[in-house]
């Protein structure tokens, strides 16, 4: 071999040896290799760490963020109310025959995601065609919002309505189901039920006394239920009822009157049967009435009763003892106190009975016999009547009475004959029935109760000796007296009128009067008050403005149409046994 030769073997083993071998005896290529897959493996486990670092952290966000909307109330994190809440029944009102008051019926609202809305413009116009009404600028606003996921349009639409406006298909608008309360009567009963607010809350009446016996409080915190819940009964005769409004009604009408009102109550029970004040509204629609409409005057206003508080001055007069029906009092002149006259309307100028005291109505007469009660025994009394104090009863709408805050003996006087003290139409037919049932006071209640019932919470106010003295008054004014024109033939109408001045600006207004009449049905045994009134009434019977002319006939034609219906049976005859009466 040429060294040329061995050279060039030399170089090619030295070179194999040192690129090929290393000096543990291996490749010497393999160290790199295996430090770039362990550099690579590394890599890949971080990424991976940090990926799923990277989820935890963000599922822990969100499931923080959702723990916090759990604890806020659904108001403060959503402008949709739960299914169940917006489905949430109330319960059917009846009269006490079963006929519907009140009922639930599903309907559907309106709303929009404006993040969905296309063209606001657009959508807008389109809507106007079907809701003419529409507030446009307020409906732009909320649609111009493209941050906004949801807004109110219109609540509680009609089928037709929500048919209408599918047919326009408009994006970003929906519909989400609601109940409404719907009161088939209209305004029948309106000032007995109330009415409910657009979240089918109770705002009035006895639909507000259904969420303070504890159903708005289960809608608090979403207890409530899709499901028809047990009906309410009222103890409201609806033929009666329709009977008392129609009456009020014409009367506010023919005595072209600022107000009028009426009730019917039984005596043994406390029951009101019917009870109806004017001006009122439709519950379906309670905005209409917002203005005068929604004062409840029967048990929300407070007037000055007039000469009908001369039964109570005289039932406490013969129930002190201190008075006797057969004694007698000078009425020929006139009363003079403290820089005032009292006089006599139908002034007899004599001396009177007792009961001709009661059928003329005397103010003289009736401020002696209480001069002779005396103030404290009066003021006893009368809160004993139920008339100084706020009145007890279901409907939430009950306004306390005022009386003087010191009692002087021209205010004594005053009050004996309906001057001085304010009192609710309702209470003072309350106080009525106590005197012509035996002597009990028992609360009204808007609820069915029996007179065993009624019997446990009644308190005995005066004696019966009293109370059927009282009837006998009754009848004697409804014989002779100004309660003649309440009388119907065969029913045996008996009560007291009362013809009261209202004050205006501090002093009272000789043209401008409140009137009212109660009445015990029938006489001889009673089982119903019924009192009406009339408020400034300048278009009575026969150019009369009085009681007489407008509250008594209200009675007349109340009982006229409602006895037949209240069971009661009409009597003719001295004795009540002619069955036929000829006219």
Not at 199 to 217: F, H, P, S, T, W
Not at 308 to 316: D, I, L, R, V, Y
Request: glycine fraction near 10%.
């Amino acid at each position: 071999m040429s060294f040329l030769s061995r050279i060039m073997v030399l170089k090619s083993q030295a070179h194999f040896s040192s690129g090929v071998y290393n000096r543990f005896g291996g490749p010497s290529g393999s160290l790199p290799l295996e430090g770039s897959r362990k550099k690579k493996s590394g890599q890949a486990k971080s990424r991976v760490g940090l990926l799923i670092l990277g989820f935890t952290a963000l599922y822990g966000v969100i499931g923080g963020r959702l723990v916090e909307y759990g604890m806020k109330d659904p108001e403060v994190v959503s402008s949709i109310l739960p299914p169940d809440r917006l489905m949430a029944s109330r319960p059917d009102i009846l009269d006490r025959n079963g006929e519907v008051l009140a009922t639930d019926i599903r309907t559907v609202s309106l709303f929009a995601e404006p993040n969905k809305i296309v063209d606001a413009d657009e959508a807008i116009e389109k809507l106007a065609t079907v809701l003419p009404d529409l507030d446009v600028r307020g409906t732009y606003k909320k649609l111009s919002v493209k941050s906004s996921h949801f807004a109110w349009l219109r609540r509680q639409l009609t089928p037709k309505q929500q048919s209408q406006i599918l047919a326009l298909g408009i994006p970003g608008i929906g519909f989400r189901p609601e109940k409404r309360r719907f009161y088939p009567g209209g305004p029948t009963a309106s000032h007995i039920l109330g009415y409910v607010n657009i979240d089918n809350r109770g705002v009035a009446g006895m639909e507000k006394y259904i969420d303070d016996q504890g159903l708005a409080d289960l809608a608090s915190v979403g207890m409530t239920s899709d499901q028809p819940l047990e009906p309410v009964k009222l103890s409201i005769d609806l033929r009666v009822q329709n009977i008392v409004r129609d009456v009020v009604i014409n009367a506010v009408t023919n005595y072209e009157a600022k107000g009028a009102g009426a009730v019917v109550l039984n005596i043994h029970t406390g029951e009101v049967l019917g009870m109806a004040s004017a001006p009122d509204f439709d519950p379906n629609n309670p905005e209409e009435g917002a203005k005068e409409g929604w004062l409840n005057r029967m048990s929300n206003g407070t007037f000055e009763m007039g000469s009908t508080f001369k039964t109570f001055s005289t039932a406490m007069a013969l129930d002190s003892g201190k008075v006797s029906i057969n004694d007698s009092f000078d009425a020929s002149r006139p009363i003079r106190i403290g820089g005032f006259t009292i006089n006599d309307f139908h002034g007899q100028r004599r001396w009177l009975t007792v009961p001709e005291i009661f059928e003329y109505s005397s103010n003289i007469g009736t401020a002696k016999m209480i001069d002779i009660v005396g103030m404290d025994l009066q003021k006893d009394y009368l809160t004993r009547f139920g008339l100084l104090t706020k009145m007890r009863t279901e409907l939430p709408e009950v306004k306390m009475p005022s009386q003087p805050k010191v009692w002087k003996k021209i205010n004594s006087i005053t009050i004996s004959f309906g001057h001085g003290v304010s009192t609710t139409p309702l209470q003072t037919a309350v106080a009525g029935a106590a005197l012509v049932n035996g002597g009990k006071l028992i609360e009204p209640t808007f609820l069915p109760r029996t007179r065993d019932q009624a019997d446990e919470t009644a308190e005995v106010v005066v004696k019966k000796s009293t109370s059927d003295e009282i009837r006998y008054l009754f009848k004697l004014n409804g014989l002779k007296g100004s309660g003649r024109n309440a009388d119907v033939p065969g029913f045996n109408v008996g009560g007291k009128t009362g013809t009261a001045d209202k004050v205006v600006n501090g002093r009272y207004a000789n043209d401008l009067n409140f009137n009212a009449f109660i009445a015990a049905f029938p006489i001889d045994n009673p089982q119903y008050v019924v009192l009406t009134f009339c408020d400034e009434p300048h278009n009575g019977e026969k150019g009369q403005n009085i009681a007489a002319y407008t509250a008594a006939p209200m009675v007349k034609n109340i009982i006229r149409r409602a006895a037949p219906i209240l069971g009661i049976e009409p009597q003719f005859g001295q004795d009540g046994s002619a069955l036929l009466v000829s006219y």
